[in-house]
């Protein structure tokens, strides 16, 4: 019974260029979560989404981030022009339940900018 | 303005010796307060929870105290191992919310046990 599987693991990208990171849920889990870590710091909420719905963005930039969960397919997390300050590790989490405080995380993705 | 302060932010402990981690909270609307067990370079895992109608709860090794009036939740270890050698995240959450807002994380701690 596969986790929740993050791809690419590591992606590097040069100022201006586009980051696509992408969530497959755990099995049978239809809600996905998407936070930030930076270096020496919590895990910060951006998005929680469920199938084709985005339930709450408040987390999110509001440039150049943008997240779908489409029906079919892993969740995508899409980061315009990236700029050195959006380096750092992005995790999602995904759970059975709406709200549930049930979430199994990923082993996130490390975004390098140079 | 920070919601969750969790301290200490580093921490060594013996082998065999007991590890405390603390935090405390501002938000009344968190209903449960979960540890989380992070090793370098993977995602975070739950480690432990306790919801708000008991004071304290104890699976194997690892204990969490809560205490409701002063907002305040712990995580002790005890005989710490090596293999408990990790970075530490309390993250309440809150069902009123819907959830919606996610789990609320600490800033971690990193417990080193030294052998």
């Known amino acids: 019974n596969a986790g929740v599987m993050q791809n690419p693991r590591h992606l590097v990208r040069r100022r201006g260029q586009e980051a696509r990171l992408r969530c497959s849920p755990m099995?049978?889990?239809?809600?996905v979560y998407w936070y930030r870590q930076l270096p020496e710091e919590g895990l910060k909420f951006m998005v929680y989404?469920?199938?084709?719905?985005?339930?709450?963005e408040s987390g999110m930039p509001k440039e150049r981030f943008s997240a779908e969960f489409p029906k079919e397919g892993p969740s995508i997390l899409r980061i315009q022009q990236v700029v050195r300050g959006d380096s750092a590790a992005y995790f999602c989490?995904?759970?059975?339940?709406?709200?549930?405080?049930?979430?199994?995380f990923g082993p996130g993705t490390r975004l390098l900018v140079l | 303005q920070q919601q969750v302060k969790q301290s200490p932010q580093s921490l060594i402990v013996q082998k065999g010796g007991i590890s405390i981690i603390n935090c405390a909270y501002e938000?009344?609307?968190?209903?449960?307060f979960p540890w989380y067990q992070q090793f370098p370079g993977k995602g975070p895992a739950l480690l432990i929870a306790?919801?708000?109608?008991?004071s304290e709860k104890k699976e194997g090794r690892f204990t969490i105290s809560f205490n409701k009036s002063a907002k305040q939740f712990s995580l002790h270890i005890m005989d710490s191992q090596p293999g408990d050698s990790a970075t530490y995240f309390c993250?309440?959450?809150?069902?009123?919310?819907?959830?919606?807002?996610?789990?609320?994380f600490g800033k971690g701690t990193h417990l080193i046990i030294q052998p």
């Open positions: 938000n009344t609307a968190f209903d449960y």
């Open positions: 099995k049978g889990h239809s809600h």
């Open positions: 306790i919801r708000p109608d008991v």
């Open positions: 989490a995904s759970s059975t339940l709406a709200g549930t405080e049930t979430q199994y």
């Open positions: 989404l469920q199938k084709e719905n985005i339930i709450d």
């Open positions: 993250a309440p959450f809150s069902y009123s919310g819907g959830g919606a807002d996610g789990l609320t």
